[in-house]
C-alpha cells in the first residue's frame, strides 16, 4: 500500500508555545489530507479536511484559528497547534487519499505532550 | 450526518479460532466501507476494503461481507494469530475515500496463544 509519514512522531512542549506537524505522501500525490485527534482507547475524531491549495474545513467544534492547516503541495500537509495548552495533548493522525486507487492511507501519528 | 455503531467493543479469541467483528451505518448513501488496524502507538492500517457493488471480498484470512439492505457489513478474520491482536475500526463514507470516513467505536481484539 501507499505510505504516509508523520513528523515528528513524538514532541513534547510547554504550554504557550506552538507546534507543527507534517503529514507526507510519499509515494502518490494527494489532493485531499485529513486530520484526525485521538484519546486514549477512543476512535478518531475528524478535525479537518485539507485540500491542496485551498482553505482548510474545519468540523464543528474545531477552531480554525487554533489549529492551522496548510496544504501548499500535494504531497505535504502542515498542522500547526498555536498557543498550546495541556488539554491539547493527544495523538494526532493524518492521512491521505490517494485518488488512483481511491483509498485513504494513514500516517503513523504524531503524540503531543503539553506540559 | 452518517453514525456507525461498531461490536463487540472487546473480544477475546484463542489462536486458531475465527473472529467476527460487526458494523452498522445509518446513511443509507454511503458506499465506501474500509477496515482499519491499529496497534498501541501506531497509526491505522487499511486492512481491507469493500465497495457497495459488491457483497463480499477475501484476502488470505480475512473477508468482509456487506448487506447494503440491512445496512451492516462485518470483517471476518480466520485462523487467528497472537499478531492479529490490536484495535480494529470500521468506517463509512459516501461516493469514495476522499470524502470524509465516519468510524466506529473500535474493536480491541485478544488472541490468546
Known amino acids: 500500500g501507499a505510505v504516509v509519514s508523520q513528523h515528528p512522531s513524538r514532541v513534547i512542549c510547554k504550554s504557550g508555545t506552538s507546534v507543527k506537524i507534517e503529514c507526507r505522501s510519499l509515494d502518490f500525490q494527494a489532493t485531499t489530507m485529513f486530520w484526525y485527534r485521538q484519546f486514549p482507547k477512543q476512535s478518531l475524531m475528524l478535525m479537518a479536511t485539507s485540500n491542496e491549495g485551498s482553505k482548510a474545513t474545519y468540523e464543528q467544534g474545531v477552531e480554525k484559528d487554533k489549529f492551522l492547516i496548510n496544504h501548499a503541495s500535494l504531497t505535504l500537509s502542515t498542522l500547526t497547534v498555536t498557543s498550546a495548552h495541556p488539554e491539547d495533548s493527544s495523538f494526532y493522525i493524518c492521512s491521505a487519499r490517494d485518488a488512483t486507487t481511491d483509498t485513504q492511507y494513514f500516517g503513523p501519528g504524531t503524540r503531543l505532550t503539553v506540559l | 450526518g452518517e453514525n456507525v455503531e461498531q461490536h463487540p467493543s472487546t473480544l477475546s479469541v484463542q489462536e486458531g479460532d475465527s473472529a467476527v467483528i460487526k458494523c452498522t451505518y445509518s446513511?443509507?448513501?454511503?458506499?465506501?466501507f474500509p477496515w482499519y488496524k491499529q496497534e498501541l502507538g501506531k497509526g491505522p492500517q487499511l486492512i481491507i476494503d469493500?465497495?457497495?457493488?459488491?457483497g463480499e471480498k477475501k484476502d488470505q484470512r480475512i473477508a468482509v461481507t456487506l448487506n447494503k439492505t440491512a445496512k451492516h457489513f462485518s470483517l471476518h478474520i480466520t485462523e487467528t494469530q497472537p499478531e492479529d491482536s490490536a484495535v480494529y475500526f470500521c468506517a463509512a463514507s459516501r461516493g469514495n475515500a476522499g470524502n470524509m470516513l465516519t468510524f466506529g467505536g473500535g474493536t480491541r481484539l485478544m488472541v490468546k496463544p
Open positions: 446513511d443509507s448513501a454511503s458506499n465506501y
Open positions: 469493500i465497495r457497495s457493488n459488491v
